[in-house]
């Protein structure tokens, strides 16, 4: 691996094989860094399962992160994070899922009709993406009450 002095002690900290690898990091202390590889000992991966692995190590990471703000009831912070995870994995439901919470979470709070229809729109396309989503069907029961 080659580099300024930083990428190679990261390097050899994380990867002290030096195998051919690409190391992922993020802006924040308490996520270590992921190295990933397309060499397995039970086969290598084709590109694009390597290309998939990185995406959802994004989309894992981020969702992480948005849902640690979520906890702390930092909502635009959440949403941020969420809709990160979104971008790398359109095709899931949990961070579509994630977002209707965020706006669910948020209109009860400020009694905001305009983001239960946010949240409702996001469990229902959480919903197409994982017909068998039953937190999406359960937070939809819990919205059609909130709305009452």
Same mark, same amino acid.
């Given at each position: 691996?080659?580099?300024?002095?930083?990428?190679? &002690?990261? &390097?050899?900290?994380? !990867? %002290?094989?030096?195998?051919?690898?690409?190391?992922?990091?993020? %802006?924040?202390?308490?996520?270590? %860094?992921?190295?990933? +590889? @397309?060499?397995?000992?039970?086969?290598?991966?084709?590109?694009?399962?390597?290309?998939?692995?990185?995406?959802?190590?994004?989309?894992?990471?981020?969702?992480?992160?948005?849902?640690?703000?979520?906890?702390?009831?930092?909502?635009?912070?959440?949403?941020?994070?969420?809709?990160?995870?979104? +971008?790398?994995?359109? *095709?899931? &439901?949990? %961070?579509?899922?994630?977002?209707?919470? +965020?706006?669910?979470?948020?209109?009860? *709070? &400020?009694? !905001?009709?305009?983001?239960?229809?946010?949240?409702?729109?996001?469990?229902?396309?959480?919903? +197409?993406?994982? @017909?068998?989503?039953?937190?999406?069907?359960? *937070?939809? *029961?819990?919205?059609?009450?909130?709305?009452?």
């Amino acid at each position: 691996l080659e580099g300024n002095d930083f990428d190679k &002690a990261l &390097a050899k900290k994380n !990867n %002290p094989e030096n195998e051919p690898a690409l190391l992922v990091t993020f %802006p924040f202390p308490e996520i270590k %860094p992921v190295m990933v +590889t @397309p060499f397995e000992e039970e086969g290598d991966k084709s590109p694009q399962e390597f290309i998939d692995n990185v995406r959802n190590i994004f989309t894992i990471t981020y969702s992480d992160i948005g849902y640690d703000f979520f906890n702390k009831q930092e909502y635009e912070k959440a949403l941020k994070y969420f809709n990160l995870s979104m +971008t790398y994995s359109p *095709e899931r &439901a949990y %961070p579509v899922f994630a977002v209707g919470s +965020t706006y669910h979470a948020m209109a009860v *709070e &400020a009694k !905001n009709l305009k983001q239960l229809k946010k949240a409702a729109e996001n469990y229902l396309q959480a919903i +197409t993406l994982d @017909p068998d989503c039953k937190e999406c069907r359960v *937070e939809l *029961e819990k919205l059609k009450e909130n709305k009452k």
